[in-house]
């Protein structure tokens, strides 16, 4: 039986999602990731979810490899070459000071060291034209010194090689000549956008992992093999969709945001489905908690993902959904500063330990822990990976952070899931209120495995009345990349005036973009249907700095036309616009979607109002606010509730790997697909 599967890895549990072509049916798993080999990870979720490996017929995978090599700065050691007198550049940067009056700010830290910048003499102009012509002796003395300094990934940044990349071409050649071994990266193969620094810094992160990266996917390939398996095997993308192990293996920075990327997916899937086309996709895991904007049903897009924040981080400019990210998970580890003042986050208990109550040798107090003393989690439950909750240690665990405040075990509890609620609300203000959206006008939507436990306190924060809770929400993010295209953008800049140049010729363009994306689709290992084009470009008014990304729709046919479509674009975002004022295009953007087919959405069968008497299984005593007292809640089973059950709060609705907690004045409808539609009460 063919059987197409999907493996999300988080900071706490993989997730798996197979899908039976045949008899139409999902097979769920989740287990502990594996940070020694997330590969063992990998397996131990297939396992869980009973997908034999033989069966396998295409595999998706999403990874925090990327990141977490980032993040910690574990990747390879690695050299940077880059037009002479341009050293400089990766450590100065942007020179800005986002946080202007603080004494303590720091810049960003550069993945490598100035001395492992190296200055290659040549020089092109920004219109593709050559000043100076490549240095070969001297480039390769550099390739031989790069040799024996031992060095395994060579990033390549030369300065306007997005216009013409024949310089950086061939220093990539004498490289691979030189060492033949390391991993190089060449900048017009990563970015074709001007900015010197936003390049160099996406193109070093890229060289940074490469050799990581590229070697953990030819593992997992052969893993695969190894299990008689001929699955064709997909990795998710930043952008929302997926690419073959070829072109992630060489373009390893698409990955960072792989996971939370899935979840955007399902959560556009699930709004066609539900007739809705905006909503929040929240997702909370044991790790983070993510926010993204569905407006139209259209993938929120951004330019720049500052890795490690925007103050102090590394910008890596790659099409990316535009996610919004905060260290607040289940296992977000509650702590006090030098004052006295309570945080919770950043830092995680992650899968090892995990919170103090999964019993694997935790001690600090975390979300979880707190969720469990309050009951809001079943004090003697179990969770997916085969754990048992252990109510005794994550009393005695936030008992601990209690006696240090001087406050009762109650009240420490409720108030680090508070602190945690506001911070979650924040990352969704950070893509609503900041750019003029009312987070009030749209349905959050809410997964992961503790986004449907904490959402009702969420949506309080935000005032947010209408939320989805989708089938299976630990799994959804899995369920997402079930749900994803193949998909390559490619973006090309080049600075032209309206006035100056014709419909023709950007026409001329586009058409240029579009035959090397399909070139490029068509020759990777992924079978696909029908190809689509979208198309978007980055324009400002003449004498601006920065742009406006804006779509280009099809019926765009003459300069006037895509002079409006700017107009408003910059009259949505910034509430002003210069109609009479000329306009520049910076950088146009194809991106090529292939079809690949998908899982159905299945509808669940018609109940009454009421929901039957095996769907309540207990009752359980919950705080939900600590000075009330702990409150007798009712307690269904999910899988036995039926389309048009109604449910009122408080209530818990249970789930083999999540928990959905009503509070008083909750409402719950369950709809024909099995989603819980929750009202929120004041």
Same mark, same amino acid.
């Given at each position: 039986?063919?059987?197409?599967?999907?493996?999300?890895?988080?900071?706490?549990?993989?997730?798996?999602?197979?899908?039976?072509?045949?008899?139409?049916?999902?097979?769920?798993?989740?287990?502990?990731?594996?940070?020694? !080999?997330?590969?063992?990870?990998?397996?131990?979720?297939?396992?869980?979810? !009973?997908?034999?490996?033989?069966?396998?017929?295409?595999?998706?995978?999403?990874?925090?490899?990327?990141?977490?090599?980032?993040?910690?700065?574990?990747?390879?050691?690695?050299?940077?070459?880059?037009?002479?007198?341009?050293?400089?550049?990766?450590?100065?940067?942007?020179?800005?000071?986002?946080?202007?009056?603080?004494?303590?700010?720091?810049?960003?830290?550069?993945?490598?060291?100035?001395?492992?910048?190296?200055?290659?003499?040549?020089?092109?102009?920004?219109?593709?034209?050559?000043?100076?012509?490549?240095?070969?002796?001297?480039?390769?003395?550099?390739?031989?010194?790069?040799?024996?300094?031992?060095?395994?990934?060579?990033?390549?940044?030369?300065?306007?090689?997005?216009?013409?990349?024949?310089?950086?071409?061939?220093?990539?050649?004498?490289?691979?000549?030189?060492?033949?071994?390391?991993?190089?990266? &060449?900048?017009?193969?990563?970015?074709?956008?001007?900015?010197?620094?936003?390049?160099?810094?996406?193109?070093?992160?890229?060289?940074?992992?490469?050799? @990581?990266?590229?070697?953990?996917?030819?593992?997992?390939?052969?893993?695969?093999?190894?299990?008689?398996?001929?699955?064709? &095997?997909?990795?998710?993308?930043?952008?929302?969709?997926?690419?073959?192990?070829?072109?992630?293996?060489?373009?390893?920075?698409?990955?960072?945001?792989?996971?939370?990327?899935?979840?955007?997916?399902?959560?556009?899937?699930?709004?066609?489905?539900?007739?809705?086309?905006?909503?929040?996709?929240?997702?909370?895991?044991?790790?983070?908690?993510?926010?993204?904007?569905?407006?139209?049903?259209?993938?929120?897009?951004?330019? !720049?993902?500052? @890795?490690?924040?925007?103050?102090?981080?590394?910008?890596?400019?790659?099409?990316?959904?535009?996610?919004?990210?905060?260290?607040?998970?289940?296992?977000?580890?509650?702590?006090?500063?030098?004052?006295?003042?309570?945080?919770?986050?950043?830092?995680?208990?992650?899968?090892?330990?995990?919170?103090?109550?999964?019993?694997?040798?935790?001690?600090?107090?975390?979300?979880?822990?707190?969720?469990?003393?309050?009951?809001?989690?079943?004090?003697?439950?179990?969770?997916?990976?085969?754990?048992?909750?252990?109510?005794?240690?994550?009393?005695?665990?936030?008992?601990? @952070?209690?006696?240090?405040?001087?406050?009762?075990?109650?009240?420490?509890?409720?108030?680090?899931?508070?602190?945690?609620?506001?911070?979650?609300?924040?990352?969704?203000?950070?893509?609503?209120?900041?750019?003029?959206?009312?987070?009030?006008?749209?349905?959050?939507?809410?997964?992961?495995?503790?986004?449907?436990?904490?959402?009702?306190?969420?949506?309080?924060?935000?005032?947010?009345?209408?939320?989805?809770?989708?089938?299976?929400?630990?799994?959804?993010?899995?369920?997402?990349?079930?749900?994803?295209?193949?998909?390559?953008?490619?973006?090309?800049?080049?600075?032209?005036?309206?006035?100056?140049?014709?419909?023709?010729?950007?026409?001329?363009?586009?058409?240029?973009?579009?035959?090397?994306?399909?070139?490029?689709?068509?020759?990777?290992?992924?079978?696909?249907?029908?190809?689509?084009?979208?198309?978007?470009?980055?324009?400002?008014?003449?004498?601006?700095?920065?742009?406006?990304?804006?779509?280009?729709?099809?019926?765009?046919?003459?300069?006037?036309?895509?002079?409006?479509?700017?107009?408003?674009?910059?009259?949505?975002?910034?509430?002003?616009?210069?109609?009479?004022?000329?306009?520049?295009?910076?950088?146009?953007?194809?991106?090529?979607?292939?079809?690949?087919?998908?899982?159905?959405?299945?509808?669940?069968?018609?109940?009454?109002?009421?929901?039957?008497?095996?769907?309540?299984?207990?009752?359980?005593?919950?705080?939900?606010?600590?000075?009330?007292?702990?409150?007798?809640?009712?307690?269904?089973?999910?899988?036995?509730?039926?389309?048009?059950?109604?449910?009122?709060?408080?209530?818990?609705?249970?789930?083999?790997?999540?928990?959905?907690?009503?509070?008083?004045?909750?409402?719950?409808?369950?709809?024909?697909?099995?989603?819980? @539609?929750?009202?929120?009460?004041?």
């Amino acid at each position: 039986m063919p059987i197409r599967a999907a493996v999300d890895i988080g900071g706490t549990f993989t997730d798996v999602v197979g899908y039976d072509d045949v008899e139409g049916t999902l097979m769920l798993g989740k287990t502990l990731s594996t940070p020694h !080999d997330l590969i063992d990870g990998v397996f131990g979720g297939l396992r869980a979810a !009973d997908v034999p490996v033989p069966d396998l017929d295409f595999a998706i995978h999403g990874s925090t490899v990327v990141v977490n090599a980032l993040i910690e700065r574990k990747g390879a050691r690695t050299a940077l070459l880059t037009t002479a007198g341009f050293r400089d550049v990766y450590e100065i940067g942007r020179i800005n000071r986002p946080d202007a009056f603080n004494l303590a700010f720091t810049k960003h830290r550069p993945l490598i060291p100035r001395e492992m910048i190296f200055e290659v003499p040549e020089r092109k102009r920004a219109d593709g034209g050559t000043v100076q012509e490549l240095d070969e002796r001297r480039t390769r003395a550099i390739a031989q010194r790069l040799a024996a300094l031992g060095v395994e990934s060579v990033a390549v940044v030369l300065l306007h090689a997005y216009r013409d990349p024949a310089h950086e071409i061939r220093v990539g050649e004498i490289l691979r000549e030189e060492l033949p071994g390391a991993y190089v990266t &060449l900048s017009h193969e990563i970015s074709r956008e001007y900015r010197e620094f936003e390049r160099t810094s996406t193109v070093v992160a890229n060289a940074f992992v490469g050799p @990581l990266v590229s070697d953990y996917l030819g593992r997992l390939e052969d893993r695969l093999r190894a299990g008689d398996s001929g699955a064709a &095997l997909a990795v998710m993308q930043s952008n929302g969709g997926v690419s073959d192990v070829a072109t992630a293996s060489g373009q390893c920075v698409q990955m960072l945001e792989s996971g939370p990327a899935g979840g955007v997916v399902g959560t556009i899937a699930l709004c066609e489905a539900l007739g809705r086309r905006e909503a929040i996709a929240f997702d909370m895991g044991g790790t983070t908690a993510k926010s993204a904007v569905i407006r139209d049903l259209t993938f929120p897009m951004a330019s !720049d993902y500052f @890795l490690g924040g925007y103050n102090t981080g590394l910008p890596i400019r790659i099409p990316c959904l535009d996610i919004v990210e905060v260290g607040t998970g289940g296992g977000s580890v509650a702590w006090l500063d030098e004052a006295g003042g309570v945080h919770v986050g950043p830092r995680s208990a992650g899968a090892a330990p995990g919170p103090a109550c999964y019993g694997r040798g935790g001690t600090e107090p975390t979300i979880t822990d707190a969720s469990v003393v309050l009951g809001h989690l079943a004090p003697s439950g179990e969770l997916a990976g085969g754990l048992h909750l252990d109510d005794g240690a994550a009393r005695r665990a936030v008992g601990a @952070l209690a006696g240090r405040l001087g406050m009762d075990l109650v009240a420490t509890a409720a108030g680090i899931i508070a602190i945690g609620a506001a911070s979650m609300a924040n990352s969704v203000r950070a893509v609503t209120t900041e750019r003029g959206l009312d987070p009030r006008d749209f349905t959050l939507v809410a997964y992961g495995g503790n986004g449907p436990l904490h959402v009702s306190q969420v949506a309080r924060e935000l005032a947010v009345r209408r939320v989805v809770v989708p089938q299976i929400p630990a799994l959804f993010s899995a369920l997402g990349m079930l749900m994803a295209d193949q998909r390559l953008d490619v973006v090309q800049t080049g600075v032209r005036t309206l006035g100056d140049t014709t419909a023709e010729e950007i026409e001329e363009s586009y058409r240029t973009l579009e035959d090397e994306c399909e070139r490029t689709l068509a020759s990777g290992t992924l079978r696909f249907g029908a190809m689509e084009f979208l198309r978007a470009a980055d324009m400002r008014y003449v004498g601006q700095e920065h742009t406006v990304t804006v779509d280009v729709p099809p019926g765009t046919r003459t300069v006037d036309d895509l002079k409006r479509v700017f107009d408003i674009a910059h009259e949505q975002r910034y509430s002003h616009s210069a109609p009479g004022e000329p306009a520049q295009i910076v950088s146009l953007r194809v991106s090529a979607v292939g079809r690949l087919r998908k899982p159905d959405l299945t509808k669940i069968r018609e109940g009454a109002e009421t929901p039957a008497g095996e769907a309540r299984t207990g009752t359980r005593e919950i705080v939900f606010t600590p000075g009330e007292g702990a409150v007798p809640t009712p307690v269904y089973a999910r899988a036995v509730l039926l389309a048009g059950n109604r449910i009122a709060g408080p209530a818990v609705i249970e789930e083999p790997t999540a928990t959905t907690l009503l509070h008083p004045g909750d409402r719950a409808e369950v709809d024909g697909y099995g989603n819980l @539609l929750l009202e929120i009460g004041a």
